[in-house]
């Protein structure tokens, strides 16, 4: 049986992708660069804002300076504007309510960096608690190092084998593996499910309530 719970942010738990969007397009016309499609934005994200904004810039100006410059303008704008569009996806809250009234713990591990990811879970699931909310710290290696889950199992004193991890990516599916934890990839969000299928999770769901089937094995 799962006693532990660990999900994804962005493409798992909520749906960031028209917030994250506007915020970069905002920070790169500010600064002279073009803008992109919201859509394209889905294959940039999961690895930290730092290698979105690479991402995001031009070929020949990806420089460490010029991804600097781009966090400079979308800090304070997404801060300002990181709850305007993005939702829970559904199913996620009663799901959460569901692992909790269980008495599992539940805990989020996120490349979103640290100060927004707990804005958007304290904005979004007040009635949680999560027994770790972590994003990207500074000094602290991104996911798929398995740093952000060995983090949250040192808090929980909670086995490898009793832990499921939940994401929408290959970089989720990645991060589980490295952790030595029991995967599960979700088709709502960002990534194709090619992806996912591509790290050959021990699960993958198409629904929230799926999950609670997981709990068991």
Known sequence: MKRLIIFDLDGTLLNTIADLAQSTNHALHVLGYP????????????????????????????SEENVLRVR???????????????????????????????????????????????????HY??????????????????????TIVEDILAITKVEKESVLYVGDSGVDMQTALNAGVTSCGVTWGFRPRTELESFHPNYIVDKAGDILSLINQ
């Open 35 to 62: 803008t992109h499609e919201e859509s394209a934005y889905n294959f940039m994200v999961g690895n930290g804002i730092n290698k979105l904004f690479e991402r995001a810039l031009p070929e020949g100006e990806k």
């Open 72 to 122: 400079t303008e979308f800090i304070p704008y997404y801060d300002v504007h990181n709850a305007d569009k993005s939702r829970p996806y559904p199913g996620i809250s009663g799901l959460l309510e569901q692992l909790q009234a269980k008495g599992l713990h539940i805990a989020v591990a996120s490349n979103k960096y640290q100060a927004a990811t707990e804005k958007l879970i304290a």
């Open 125 to 146: 699931f007040p009635g949680i608690r999560f027994i770790a909310v972590f994003g990207q710290r500074e000094g602290v290696n991104v996911k798929p190092d398995p």
